[in-house]
């Protein structure tokens, strides 16, 4: 196995990590103090806003220009997997959708297109809405979501707890695309039962009150995801990477860094750990308990005999918000 401190860089340095550093420069123009309706904003990976009995989730993402050149067919796709992963994290629903499509090649837009329409299949969420550019220089697609959740069943990546268990839950059954070496695609050759269902698995874990924190894994891959979540909630953790589940055979440092079809990270207390791999293993998801948080402000991380700290928040930032979205 790679050697820990190597890795502990692999996963500090990626781009999936750094490219979120700018992150808190946009928040600070854009604050959202002083509006009483906005429950949850910076920091989470859907915006709660209150509406008397409930809360609306709304959240947007836009595909890097690199995959929409590489493989137009998997950027509409991803647009539509990445916003109802986000509704999910929330422990939400999601509702519909509304998508921003810029233009310059036809056949691009076709493989776009055919990429959202699966996704919209797959998942049961309908594009109700958007906008086209159809005379651009460039070719784009960006979708926003909107969803519900019980107010009482909202999950924050923000409210981890030192003492928590950090349980970690992943489709292992999916396959690396030739052309996109680290997004592992779990959700286009599932049943669409079984997709809903892990995205249903974790309403189901919100609405029972099992977990304190969660957070869908992105881009900054499956430890840099829970330093998203460490950061925000003011807290660190100490990870045993070889515990982390994964295919057989499975090259560590890329399996880290990859972009998961369908994982989640929650931090909850230890007494629901195993309720919680329970609910996922019924929807064809692995789980384990992969580490502990702890006040320490570092996300550490070990193989059982070594260990390196990926990230200390007092000097290093992910996106650079700290509890309830303030700067670090």
Known sequence: MEAIGDLAEAIRSYPGVTRKHAIHKIVDLLPTSGFPQVAAAEGEDAAAIDVGDQYILFAADGIMESLVSTDPYYAGYFAVLVNVNDIAAMGGRP??????MSIVHGNVCREIIRGMQDGIRKFDVPIVGGHVHPDCHYNAIDISIVGKVAKDALLRSSTAKPGDDIVFVIDTDGFYPERLP?????????????????????????????????????????????GMMLESSGVGALVDVTKIPAPEGADLKRWLLAYQGCG???????????????????????????????????????????????????????TGLGPSGSKN
């Open 182 to 226: 680290y997004a592992f695609v779990t959700t286009v050759q599932k049943t669409d039962d079984i997709v809903r269902g892990q995205m249903e698995a974790v309403a189901i874990v919100a609405e029972r009150h099992l977990a304190h924190s969660c957070k869908d894994m992105s881009n900054p891959g499956s430890v840099g995801t829970l």
């Open 95 to 100: 509702l519909g959708m509304v998508d921003v």
């Open 264 to 318: 989640f990270c929650f931090a909850c207390p230890p007494e629901n750990s195993q309720e919680i791999i329970y609910i996922f293993s019924e929807v064809s998801c692995k789980g384990a308990v992969v580490g502990r948080v702890d006040d320490t402000g570092k996300l550490r991380i070990t193989d059982g005999s070594e260990e390196a700290t990926v990230f200390d928040f007092a000097s290093e930032i992910i």
